[in-house]
């Protein structure tokens, strides 16, 4: 047991196990399933073939994004939970751009990429200064604004920018050239992967080897000695906010070009939700949180074939997803976060 | 000159039936906030009293029944969210969030279970009319009820308290962690009814996604509405008119999607500081750990 005093992200993982598989049991033995079966179903979906694995990792990849947002907020002493919002607003610039306006050639699939970014990043950005400026909380104001997204999505895609060849909530399907290129045929695995793990090394590398990242710890870490030491917390704030935006918004806009290729309101069964449990999960670090991701990727993929094959309905992985969340919510990396 | 009255009146009375649930949710998050725990659960708390009701009417054959269990149904998740945050001195709003995606999930798992079919439960008994109108009627009388023992009370004293300075508190003599608990989960028994009068007052049934962010405009409720129970269900009952306005003001013209975010809006621009001077209670959110 020394280990898990000595190591929180162990014992977290320990913690997480267990919800995870003892609710998750609990929960299938009231649906009249044995938990063998079910789970058995669960990871055969996920694992059992390369194109059920590849889908793992599409559902990876989408968790990956707003959990690096998440993480990055919250290391700095911010709760983002707008990364919803952000993702969704960040995959209707992309879907909407790469429609609309696509750029020629190789320059397609990096404007509606930076596009998601850029829209994902200004919605972050209006909790960051917020807050910043006239000392909001931005954990309300991104719980508001994730609906705000929702709504406004919602009008866009219904009304302004409403396509003759599209469905009612969807954008048209964007060119080839503004589609991500596939990484295995059969699959809905693309480049978005290899984008993801690329943006978890250089934000780990960020976070570790840079002034930014320092000053975006140490703004977490200890606000009062931060600001004694010259660091400007109100810019602190809005500058993680708006990366924290751009992380979901890209993941939004990687959703768009590498899965959908249109967007579709209907574009997140609440990733950006489910992301909070992966950046816990990943105890706040990038490197981890692609693990964290990897193992939600697997309940949101074998989820589908659990239901299908063991009669479990899937949302168990969404009740053990939220107890996950509940029980994870006394790590001692949140307890220093700014309040007000 | 009758029609337009007609209309005012319909409009009106669609008002307090949009607000009532709200009014319940918010009355709710004010005793949990005063006492120093941000509720981001209130949406959970809804989903459970509303489904719990379904079923329990069901079971029975009694509204009533079904009703109070739906209340309690409303302290239980408080009371998760209570211990989480008193005893265990967990960060709130993360504990909040994992209940409102815990809550959605348990129910629409639950109507597979118990009614062998996604989506939605079957009809059951309701509480009609009169217990509707009852229910509007009580949200009122809470909401007096709430202002008077938060501001007349030792009990309410003591809530704010702890909502303030949990620690002065203490050495005052208050057990600022058991007046915390309680606060939230009585807090959640009437954030429970606002559930009960969605399924089982203004319908007859539970479906998913039936409580369609009402938890979170209650929020916005609490902060439009300074934290105090009056002001909380004038927030409510603002929101309530523009939601009943809705339908015709989309025949006139208006997207429907700008009167759903106009509560969001709202809670932001008081958040921001620009409809006078918004201040949460100086504990509210912080978890409190005895020296």
Request: aromatic share 8%; with cysteine.
């Amino acid at each position: 047991m020394k280990v898990f005093a000595r190591n929180r992200a162990l014992r977290d993982l320990a913690i997480t196990l267990v919800v995870v598989f003892g609710v998750g049991s609990l929960a299938m033995l009231f649906a009249h399933v044995s938990p063998v079966v079910g789970f058995g179903a669960l990871f055969d979906g996920a694992f059992g073939t390369k194109e059920e694995f590849a889908e793992t990792l599409v559902q990876a990849t989408n968790l990956l994004f707003p959990a690096l947002g998440i993480a990055i907020a919250f290391r700095a002493g911010l709760f983002n939970i707008g990364a919803e919002g952000q993702l969704i607003l960040g995959g209707l610039a992309a879907g909407w751009l790469g429609a609309e306006f696509p750029l020629p050639g190789y320059l397609a699939v990096p404007m509606v990429l930076v596009a998601g970014a850029l829209a994902g990043g200004v919605w972050g950005a209006i909790p960051g200064f917020l807050r910043a400026r006239f000392g909001a909380n931005e954990v309300i104001a991104t719980l508001m604004l994730n609906v705000v997204a929702t709504l406004l999505a919602t009008y866009l895609v219904g009304g302004p920018l409403a396509q003759a060849g599209g469905g009612d909530q969807e954008t048209a399907t964007l060119p080839k050239a503004a589609q991500l290129p596939d990484l295995l045929a059969n699959s809905r695995l693309t480049w978005a992967f290899l984008i993801g793990l690329a943006v978890a090394f250089g934000l780990r590398w960020v976070l570790r080897r840079t002034v930014f990242g320092y000053e975006l710890r140490a703004a977490g870490d200890a606000p009062e000695a931060a600001r004694r030491a010259g660091i400007d917390l109100g810019r602190t704030a809005l500058v993680a906010m708006a990366l924290a935006g751009a992380l979901a918004g890209l993941g939004g806009a990687t959703i768009v070009a590498g899965v959908l290729h249109r967007f579709n309101t209907g574009l997140s069964p609440g990733y950006g939700f489910i992301a909070i449990a992966v950046a816990l999960v990943g105890n706040l670090d990038p490197l981890w949180i692609l693990l964290a991701a990897l193992a939600f990727g697997m309940l949101q993929s074998g989820g589908v074939a659990m239901q299908a094959e063991a009669a479990v309905p899937r949302e168990v992985v969404s009740l053990v997803t939220g107890l996950v969340i509940i029980a994870l919510a006394g790590r001692r990396v949140l307890a220093t976060r700014r309040t007000t | 000159m009758n029609a337009l009255l007609a209309t005012l009146g319909a409009v009106l009375g669609l008002t307090l039936v949009k607000a009532t649930p709200l009014i319940y949710a918010a009355l709710g998050g004010v005793l949990s906030e005063r006492s120093g725990v941000v509720n981001i659960g209130l949406e959970g708390i809804l989903i459970a009293g509303a489904f719990v009701s379904v079923v329990v009417s069901g079971a029975t054959g009694s509204p009533v029944l079904g009703a109070c269990a739906g209340v309690l149904a409303g302290a239980l998740v408080a009371a998760v969210l209570a211990y989480a945050a008193t005893r265990l001195a967990v960060d709130q709003i993360v504990a909040g969030t994992g209940i409102n995606i815990a809550a959605l999930a348990a129910a629409a798992y639950g109507l597979v279970l118990i009614y062998n079919q996604p989506g939605a439960s079957h009809e059951v008994p309701a509480l009609g009319q009169g217990g509707e109108t009852a229910l509007i009627v009580l949200a009122f009388v809470a909401a007096a009820v709430l202002h008077v023992v938060l501001s007349r009370t030792p009990w309410g004293l003591r809530v704010r308290a702890c909502g303030e300075d949990p620690g002065a508190a203490e050495s005052a003599g208050i057990d600022a962690l058991r007046t915390r608990f309680w606060a939230v989960v009585i807090g959640g028994a009437i954030a429970g009814l606002g559930g009960v009068f969605l399924s089982l007052a203004e319908l007859d049934l539970y479906s998913d996604g039936m409580t369609a962010g009402r938890g979170f405009i209650a929020l916005a409720a609490v902060i439009f509405g300074r934290w105090t129970p009056f002001g909380a269900t004038g927030a409510a009952l603002f929101f309530g008119f523009f939601a009943a306005l809705q339908y015709s003001l989309q025949r006139a013209g208006v997207p429907s999607e700008l009167m759903q975010a106009l509560p969001y809006l709202a809670a932001l621009v008081a958040l921001a500081g620009f409809a006078g001077r918004v201040r949460a209670p100086a504990a509210d959110g912080v978890p409190f750990v005895r020296p």
